[in-house]
């Protein structure tokens, strides 16, 4: 099976551009979740998304949105890129929107704002 | 203070030794409690996943949580250098918002 799969790995964005990154969870599963990894601020939780409806969201601002589809597939847009904005972004994916469930990581989207 | 508290580490021990790596939360609500690897520049990995208080073992690998004093630990058997990593806890309440500790950094000596 595979496993979760994000586009692109890499990314060099300049300051004020909007960018927009991909996530294909695992086959079946339902639920996608967005972190992003900071060396200062660790892993921070951005939103879910479970069947096409944002469930949860973390606290970031307004600038950082996403959107899921009907198969599962799942896009985060990050508009008005500042420079802080440089991190690993990951997305997990699990079978349900909770519960005794398991989630699994994508490899990220390393982003890096000039 | 965090939710989720971990040692950074380094932890460097020798190859073949028990390693021994800890959690402290402060979010009563937190029922299911994920462990994670990290190898430099990649995305983390699923390695043990428990639910509740007790003791749960995979191969090398035996993770306890103690609800109690909410308190989270895994333990890594005869370690080996491919287990150095990082390694994150990441506990979480009924919904699927995992909540990371800072992960510590584990070296094992050939």
């Known amino acids: 099976k595979a496993g979760v799969t994000q586009t692109p790995r890499y990314l060099i964005k300049t300051r004020g551009q909007q960018v927009t990154l991909s996530c294909s969870p695992i086959s079946g599963h339902r639920s996608v979740s967005w972190y992003q990894q900071t060396p200062g601020q660790g892993l921070q939780f951005l939103f879910e998304?479970?069947?096409?409806?944002?469930?949860n969201k973390g606290n970031f601002p307004g600038r950082f949105s996403g959107r899921q589809f009907s198969n599962s597939r799942s896009e985060m847009n990050v508009s008005t890129l500042e420079l802080g904005d440089s991190a690993l972004y990951l997305c997990?994916?699990?079978?349900?929107?909770?519960?005794?469930?398991?989630?699994?990581f994508g490899p990220g989207t390393r982003l890096t704002v000039l | 203070q965090k939710e989720v508290e971990q040692d950074p580490g380094p932890l460097s021990v020798p190859e073949g030794a028990i390693v021994s790596l800890n959690c402290t939360y402060s979010?009563?609500?937190?029922?299911?409690f994920m462990w994670y690897r990290q190898y430099s520049r990649k995305g983390p990995e699923l390695l043990m996943y428990?639910?509740?208080?007790g003791n749960k073992e995979d191969g090398r690998f035996t993770a306890q949580v103690d609800k109690s004093s909410k308190y989270i630990s895994l333990f890594i058997r005869d370690s080996q250098p491919s287990d150095s990593a990082t390694y994150l806890c990441?506990?979480?309440?009924?919904?699927?918002?995992?909540?990371f500790g800072g992960g510590t950094r584990v070296l094992v000596k050939p």
């Open positions: 428990t639910y509740s208080s």
């Open positions: 979010n009563s609500a937190f029922q299911y």
């Open positions: 990441a506990p979480r309440a009924a919904g699927n918002k995992l909540t």
């Open positions: 998304y479970f069947s096409e409806t944002q469930r």
């Open positions: 997990a994916s699990s079978l349900e929107a909770g519960g005794p469930n398991e989630q699994f």
